[in-house]
């Protein structure tokens, strides 16, 4: 009875998101068209930098590269010129300097809509393209409801709740394990962690923080249910990337229907984002991204047989801290 009456929130949700526009950052990675196999684009933003190359062929099957690099207008749209480069050095062929000829191919103008789609208009046509799935998804029909598999971290910005005194941002910590297809359309279930370092579903976490959602393809949108303690449900609605989504949420009582929660305007709407923080393989088999490795670099030292919490600082630590500096920087802040 709770999936259904989740499977009814999709319209509302919508209507949520159709309020003014949230930020979005686009992703880096390997972009293409499904339908013109063979040509790729590589884009990599820094900052509000962008590079990207092209991976294109020449009439005679040659490859060239396309590459057009600098600062974006705004969030989402870059404008250019791009540049092509050939003749460069083999595999096992000794270095050599390769071609590059300045705007051979002339402007190129792209704008994101989501993080991980865009369209591209240069020389050779308008296209839409969208990040490569190399392998967050294994080739199942659901591929967005499988999408969600792992661990995210999120942000919730409480800075425009009535009564929220104080600091405004909260966090959570969403693990997804496994789907259930047995209902269609297809949800994804896990918990919320016990904690962000372990970043596993323990029987505990399972017990009394089960999570549950499901991809509204209608929508594009996808749908989070968290039970939140003290007889309070958890809800998101996010537009999700590849490693990020962004969106909306609002706790409930889980004794009251949630479209009569989500209706209500009393009800705070908390932005959020997410932010995809382990691998499936490793919140499911315990490898993978987010696995302490035994003289890894890892950042603080971790105490053995005890997952991946954070030993104390030895005295040697202790010792080397930048106290002084440390000092200051209290100095900045409270005026000593």
């Known amino acids: 009875m709770r999936r259904i009456i989740l499977l009814s929130l999709s319209v509302l949700f919508a209507v949520l998101l159709a309020r003014p526009a949230q930020a979005f950052t686009p992703e880096n990675g390997f972009y293409w068209n499904a339908n013109e196999p063979g040509r790729g684009y590589t ?21 060239t590269w396309y590459t057009a690099q600098g600062l974006m207008q705004g969030n989402t749209v870059f404008n250019g010129t791009l540049d092509a480069t050939t003749g460069g050095p083999c595999i096992g062929c000794p270095p050599s300097t390769p071609t590059t000829v300045i705007n051979a191919a002339g402007p190129i103008s792209i704008e994101f809509d989501t993080e991980i789609t865009a369209t ?46 104080g600091y405004p941002f909260f966090g959570d910590v969403l693990v997804y394990t496994s789907i259930d297809t047995s209902e269609d359309p297809d949800f994804f279930d896990g918990c919320r962690a016990d904690d962000s370092i372990l970043g596993r579903c323990s029987q505990q976490a399972l017990n009394s923080s089960a999570a549950t959602g499901f991809y509204d393809a209608a929508q594009d949108l996808h749908f989070l249910v968290v039970v939140n303690g003290n007889n309070q449900l958890a809800l998101y609605v996010v537009r999700t990337g590849t490693g990020q989504f962004d969106g909306y949420a609002k706790v409930c009582p889980d004794n009251e229907p949630l479209a009569d929660c989500l209706a209500d305007n009393s009800n705070a709407q908390i932005p959020v984002r997410g932010f995809r923080s ?26 053995s047989g005890e997952g991946q919490k954070h ?26």
């Open 43 to 63: 884009i990599e933003i820094q900052d509000n930098f962008l590079f990207i190359i092209i991976y294109i062929y020449n009439p005679d099957g040659s490859a």
């Open 120 to 165: 591209v208009t240069w020389s050779a046509g308008t296209f839409r393209i969208e990040r490569f799935d190399y392998f967050l998804t294994r080739g199942a029909a659901d591929v967005a409801t499988e999408l969600m598999l792992g661990e995210w971290q999120i942000v919730l910005d409480y800075a425009n709740v009535p009564g929220v005194m």
């Open 278 to 303: 382990a691998s499936r393989s490793f919140v499911q088999n315990g490898v993978g991204p987010n696995r302490a490795e035994t003289g890894a670099k890892t950042g603080l030292p971790m105490i």
């Open 311 to 336: 030993a104390p600082l030895s005295a040697v630590e202790i010792k080397a801290l930048p106290a002084e500096r440390l000092e200051r920087a209290a100095a900045r802040l409270l005026g000593r």
